[in-house]
């Protein structure tokens, strides 16, 4: 991870002179006002190669990856002001990537994220095994993708993107520092089908987002746990799905493909990938 180096070679960040401090804090500070953030951004370099991405590596290099997020995620949380942890992969230039070289990042937030706190919101409304209760619905499903003994990736009911994936651990797992060594070791393998699948579906390499969720660092530990969201605008070999009036202005999604066609699609390009 490249911001560990950084920190050494430049030094800690100069000491915020008017930081957040707590989680409601930001929201008492009313219009035009701002704060020093104290957040932290990471690179993540997967391979000394300078082409491919997550899911080209090998699932010894994949499992190290995966041990770095949890290390990196136990660090950062541990940093004062940070409220949240981050991983993710943007792959392709239809995302926005200008470097080629596979790599991730990872991003510590002073505050909880916008989409956390609705999940949060949602879970408090609820119940606290929402998100047990989502996966028992999923693996009962026929949107099932691919199972492992401890993870299940699935297409969710009413997906928006023309590809989206979600992985969910079975055990309750807040965030990759918390998530044991057997599951570490199967989820490297898991993840890399998954990915591999996907690229399968074209001729042409598809790009994404893959997206870790991990529970806050300080609150709604015990009813958050810790996913995977894939997401891809590809609906086509050579269309992609903008966001436009419905999406863009209302928040209102329309549907490109039945969740449950998108899932049996990627169910047989999963089962072709070996490892």
Request: charged residues 25%; contains cysteine; proline residues 8%.
């Amino acid at each position: 991870s490249f911001g560990p180096a950084l920190s050494a070679a430049h030094g800690d960040a100069p000491e915020a002179p008017n930081p957040p401090r707590g989680l409601d804090d930001l929201d008492a500070l009313g219009l035009g006002s701002v704060r020093t953030s104290v957040g932290r951004c990471e690179v993540v370099c997967f391979s000394p190669e300078h082409t491919g991405s997550f899911g080209t590596q090998s699932v010894t290099r994949a499992r190290t990856v995966i041990e770095a997020w949890a290390d990196r995620t136990a660090a950062l949380s541990a940093l004062p002001g940070v409220e949240q942890v981050f991983p993710f992969e943007n792959r392709g230039e239809a995302i926005g990537v200008t470097l080629p070289h596979p790599h991730g990042q990872i991003y510590a937030y002073p505050y909880v994220t916008p989409r956390t706190r609705r999940l949060v919101e949602n879970i408090s409304r609820t119940s606290p095994d929402l998100m047990q209760r989502v996966l028992d619905f999923e693996r009962d499903g026929s949107r099932v993708i691919l199972a492992g003994e401890r993870w299940t990736a699935y297409v969710p009911f009413a997906a928006r993107w023309p590809i989206e994936v979600h992985l969910m651990p079975h055990r309750h797992v807040p965030d990759f520092a918390e998530a044991t060594d057997t599951e570490r070791d199967e989820l490297a393998g898991l993840y890399l089908r998954l990915l591999r699948g996907i690229d399968t579906l074209y001729d042409t390499p598809t790009p994404y987002i893959a997206a870790w969720h991990q529970a806050p660092v300080n609150v709604a530990r015990d009813t958050v746990r810790m996913h995977l969201e894939i997401t891809s605008p590809r609906r086509a070999a050579d269309k992609l799905k903008f966001l436009a009036g419905s999406e863009a202005a209302m928040g209102a999604w329309i549907g490109d493909i039945p969740p449950e066609d998108a899932a049996a699609r990627l169910r047989d390009a999963v089962e072709g990938v070996q490892l």
